[in-house]
């Protein structure tokens, strides 16, 4: 990478970030609400591209660990504590629950990790819908409070949602550091060719289940924004369909690239609002262009654009080698 | 001379067929054990035998006189055994340095200090070190999967370095690679079994490559063990001149 | 002891329709690597259909008739050339997750063009209870169960006895092979997709009037026909048989003897523990790992 192109980059990032605080300052409630959303669903398909993207192995479980961590903080958060133990206990459970999951991963791969993890997501539902006593079942919990942040009640949209941007803020940049390490090396050694990972000494064992571990940490790290964010929660948004839709995120916006689940999460969450004059149809015409896209790019949007970048390189490249030999031919 | 790895009445059956049937054999520190035999030998089969890839049916596999027999690959490795295998495998999308950074990160420190530590672990200079070695300097930074089909192969034996094995296992280093390159891998791995003092086991159909290269040749038919000596000993052996013509 | 049979009949008869859908799916994943998770929405389409072509007016068998048709060339034929074809090069994963879009898709539009509610679909075996054995026991249950057995025997028959059904099979084990051998692989592989578009549209045609028609339905059914299929054997017909009518018997079971909060989930735990401890289900071959 050339030192102009990372200026770029940075530029680019410092606009972005800059956009995301300032722009919705004068959002109304409902326009807050839906851009929390997309922080919430961003952190949940962080962890599922880490499982998914990074590492290789098919989870249909992650809206199910939304569900874990959603309801750990409605829970406890409805019972008067703060919100950051809940936090602590969903990313403990999950990131043990998860790492339980992953022990199949070490058996069996693609389709059959792919119904594994359906049916745990399934007889998560079946808890949540069932254990009145926990969850109250088909009644829900309500009046899940907002938290306290430094001092700051998040009561209002706005603060809220910049509790969920910064809360995305750290995420992101764990995710980023991880990625770099040596275990995001690893993960994309799993992912690529596990054989010859385990003769390098990875062991992938203990990395697949990292990788499981830490994605459905993430989902419930989602899942305890989610609770304060609609105060109000019962087993129906945490059903199977959940875990497609955050799958969906995933290889739309590209899996196995850094900023994918944040595309694939916009263009989930929003999309359906820019579509709203179709009415009904949005969700018929998501499907549509989402079968459009796979066709085109199976590795999602920023697939696209890598290709694209990749074939511009290539070509300034032979273009640079063939101006050199030119000059070779022409010098006397 | 102390043996780095013995191994004892290695046998291995798929199904009905035995793909090897009672191979021991010791390498001593140092020395480079040459690998031949007709396709279909069972060479490959030992290799995944003692290196943990397949569990042997039968026998015992002892590294330093410490038995490794049922360990998994990526445990053997870090004990110090390494390999490369017959077809290429390289990570293609990452690039030669960090390709070489992977083969070397899993032996420093523990899963905490790599998560926690530089990104590099602290691989960098050893890698840029083994670059130069194999004279891919300028390539470091570019994605393994650019490169030619000779350079992938030197990558290839390059990551087996990385760890500081005190045994490599090479299976058919030299298949396909043109003869320039050729000459540079032999040099290149004669180089380091001087400077490290790493015992080699390579696996070739090259015999000129093998002949020249290795201080003893062992030589597998049908699963057996059929002859074992020094280069000039196997090419005179009546037994390995039949084993090659006879088929 | 008598509740028993009840519930062995009945769970035999949905059973029987769970084993076709999952034959259906099996042999998609067989012949060309296609893990349809839009397959429960394959059995839910195919009885709107038939209720569109009777609200035109038409008479009931005419209305199987067209619907049958009309799946075979959206569900067998369209599926396979707008979907499968062109997404099959990418692999397992884009495609399987391109037939989570086709299923959300499917549910969706036939909410918008239908209905959202659950409208009643006709039975083609009359209501009523026979006596056998001095016990009543429900035509509808006998009638489903002896429809779906003539088929599965059929389609056995087709498999095992005709030329076509080994040259089918041959495309299933090794394509490359039964290319070589002079198999038309591709007629083959379009042939089970209309195969598998037929069977959808019978379990439709079998299982909506026990459960309505609702856009929703083929969730449930589609879980189901993975379950039978996956405890079966992935790779195997008959696995998927034995497979659908233990899932069926298992589900009525627990329906019965189990608190109907949880029923849902024996089928799942049974899932989980046969992929575990014997993965290539319970007739299955196991699939060969490729190091």
Not at chain 3, 221 to 235: P, R
């Amino acid at each position: 990478m050339t030192a102009a192109g990372k200026y770029w980059r940075i530029a680019l990032g410092v606009a972005v970030i800059a956009a995301l605080i300032i722009v919705p300052m004068n959002f109304n409630r409902y326009g807050l609400y839906i851009l929390s959303q997309w922080t919430v669903m961003t952190i949940a398909a962080m962890g599922l591209n880490l499982t998914l993207g990074y590492a290789g192995q098919v989870s249909l479980a992650q809206g199910a660990f939304v569900g874990i961590g959603a309801y750990a903080a409605a829970i406890m958060t409805t019972q008067g504590m703060p919100l950051i133990v809940a936090l602590g206990v969903a990313i403990v459970l999950c990131f043990a629950i998860g790492w339980i999951l992953g022990y199949p991963a070490l058996r069996v791969q693609h389709h059959y990790l792919a119904f594994v993890t359906l049916a745990f997501s399934t007889l998560a539902f079946l808890v949540f819908r069932n254990e009145d006593w926990l969850t109250k079942g088909i009644y829900g919990i309500s009046n899940i409070p907002r938290p306290n942040v430094l001092g700051f009640a998040t009561n209002r949209p706005l603060p809220f949602y910049y509790f969920c941007l910064g809360s995305l803020g750290i995420v992101s940049l764990a995710m980023w550091w991880l990625i770099r390490s040596p275990w995001g090396r690893a993960f994309v050694a799993l992912r690529e060719n596990p054989v010859r990972a385990l003769s390098l000494g990875i062991d992938t064992r203990r990395y697949t289940l990292m990788a499981f571990a830490i994605g459905s940490a993430l989902g419930g790290v989602a899942g305890t924004l989610y609770a304060p964010l609609t105060q109000y929660i019962d087993p129906v948004p945490f059903n199977l369909s959940l875990s497609l839709d955050l799958l969906m995120m995933v290889i739309v916006g590209g899996s196995g690239f850094f900023f994918g689940p944040f595309l694939g999460a916009m263009i989930a969450v929003l999309l359906p609002e820019w579509l709203r004059f179709t009415q009904g149809y949005y969700l018929m015409l998501y499907a549509v262009a989402v079968m459009l896209l796979l066709i085109y790019s199976p590795t999602g949007i920023l697939g696209i654009l890598d290709r694209y970048l990749t074939e511009r390189r290539t070509k300034a490249a032979s273009a640079l080698r063939a101006v050199a030999k030119s000059r070779l031919e022409t010098a006397p | 001379m102390t043996a780095v790895l013995e191994v004892s009445d290695i046998r291995k059956s798929f199904g009905g067929i035995k793909a090897v049937d009672g191979v021991s054999f010791d390498v001593h520190e140092g020395e480079i054990l040459g690998l031949i035999g007709p396709n279909g030998c069972g060479k490959s089969t030992l290799f995944n035998c003692i290196l943990g890839q397949l569990t042997p049916t039968d026998g015992e596999v002892k590294v330093d006189g410490k038995t490794v027999t049922g360990l998994r690959p990526s445990e053997l490795n870090r004990l110090g055994v390494s390999r490369t295998f017959q077809l290429l495998q390289v990570f293609p999308k990452l690039s030669v340095r960090e390709n070489l950074i992977l083969a070397g990160q899993e032996h420093q420190g523990n899963m905490v200090s790599r998560l926690f530590g530089p990104s590099d672990a602290g691989l960098s200079a050893a890698a840029d070190q083994m670059i130069g070695f194999f004279k891919l300097d300028h390539l470091a930074t570019e994605a393994a999967g650019g490169l030619s089909y000779g350079q992938q192969k030197l990558l290839d034996a390059a990551m087996a370095f990385m760890g500081g094995p005190r045994l490599v296992l090479l299976d058919e280093p030299a298949g396909g690679v043109n003869l320039t390159m050729l000459g540079d891998l032999k040099e290149r791995l004669a180089a380091i079994n001087r400077e490290k003092r790493a015992t080699f086991v390579v696996i070739e159909h090259n015999m000129e490559f093998v002949m020249s290269l290795c201080t003893r040749v062992m030589v597998m038919a049908e699963g057996r063990l059929l002859a074992m000596g020094t280069p000039s000993e196997v090419r005179a052996n009546p037994a390995v001149i039949e084993a090659y013509l006879g088929h | 002891m008598s509740n028993l049979l009840d519930l062995l009949v009945a769970g035999l008869a949905t059973g029987a329709i769970y084993a076709l859908v999952a034959v259906g799916f099996t042999l998609l994943w067989q012949t060309s690597q296609t893990i349809n998770f839009a397959q429960g929405e394959f059995v839910m389409l195919p009885a709107f259909l038939m209720l569109a072509v009777m609200h035109a007016g038409a008479p009931f068998w005419l209305a199987i008739i067209l619907g049958i048709l009309l799946s075979l060339l959206l569900l067998g034929l369209g599926f396979k050339l707008l979907l499968v074809d062109p997404m099959l090069r990418h692999g397992v994963l884009p495609l399987a997750i391109a037939t989570m879009a086709l299923a959300i898709g499917m549910k969706e539009a036939v909410k918008q063009f239908f209905s959202a509610e659950a409208s009643p679909f006709p039975s083609i075996v009359p209501a009523g209870d026979v006596w056998i054995l001095g016990r009543v026991v429900s035509l509808q249950s006998l009638g489903v169960l002896a429809l779906a057995i003539a088929v599965v025997i059929g389609l056995t028959a087709l498999l095992n006895r005709t030329s076509i059904g080994h040259q089918m099979q041959a495309t299933a084990q090794n394509p490359t092979v039964a290319r070589i051998i002079g198999v038309p692989v591709e007629r083959m592989i379009l042939l089970t997709f209309l195969i598998n578009a037929f069977l959808v549209a019978l379990a439709s045609l079998l299982i909506t009037p026990i459960y309505l028609a609702k856009f929703s339905s083929g969730e449930v059914l589609g879980q189901a026909a993975f379950i039978a299929a996956i405890v079966g054997g992935f790779n195997q017909v008959r696995g998927a048989i034995a497979g659908g009518l233990l899932i069926g018997v298992v589900d009525n079971l627990a329906a019965a003897y189990v608190s109907t909060q949880y029923r849902a989930a024996v089928p799942l735990i049974l899932l989980i523990v046969i992929i575990l401890f014997r993965p290539q289900g319970l007739l299955g071959r196991p699939e060969e790992r490729t190091v």
